[in-house]
């Protein structure tokens, strides 16, 4: 059997604060939006790329995924689908396995100073 893996890798800002929710059994995650500037200067554009984070690691950050802040991440892009009124609908959110705050945040965000943030966890 062919195994195969897609990896997803997102540098941008948080275009809100993160979601944390729990699933029916407890286990915790959040969720966020990264936005990205892409495509040549004469043609850019902003791409909105949806990602979430599971377990301990999605509690010990949610309070840090503000709004504004500069960020890395990367992971498997995971499509889902499903049926409302009628209609299929579709997503694609990216399972964050590395996060990385990175410099340039807006002032009082933490990040200002050009240096990665580091956040302890488990």
């Known amino acids: 059997?062919?195994?195969?893996?897609?990896?997803t890798?997102?540098?941008?800002?948080?275009?809100?604060?993160?979601?944390?929710?729990?699933?029916?059994?407890?286990t915790p995650y959040a969720k966020f939006?990264?936005?990205a500037n892409v495509g040549p200067k004469d043609k850019e554009r902003v791409e909105s790329v949806?990602?979430?984070?599971?377990?301990?690691?999605?509690e010990a950050l949610a309070k840090h995924l503000t709004k504004g802040k500069a960020l890395?991440?990367?992971g498997e892009p995971v499509s889902s689908s499903w049926?409302?009124?009628?209609?299929k609908h579709y997503k694609t959110e990216v399972r964050v396995d590395t996060l990385t705050?990175?410099?340039?945040?807006?002032?009082?965000?933490?990040?200002?100073?050009?240096?990665?943030?580091?956040?302890?966890?488990e």
Do not use: H
Request: charged share 25%.
């Open 1 to 7: 059997m062919a195994y195969g893996y897609i990896q």
């Open 9 to 26: 890798t997102v540098l941008g800002r948080l275009a809100a604060d993160a979601d944390l929710a729990f699933t029916g059994e407890g």
């Open 33 to 35: 939006r990264v936005l």
């Open 50 to 58: 949806s990602c979430v984070i599971w377990g301990k690691r999605a």
């Open 72 to 74: 890395l991440v990367t």
């Open 83 to 87: 049926e409302k009124d009628g209609a």
């Open 101 to 121: 705050f990175v410099g340039g945040g807006k002032p009082g965000n933490g990040d200002a100073a050009g240096e990665p943030e580091t956040v302890e966890y």
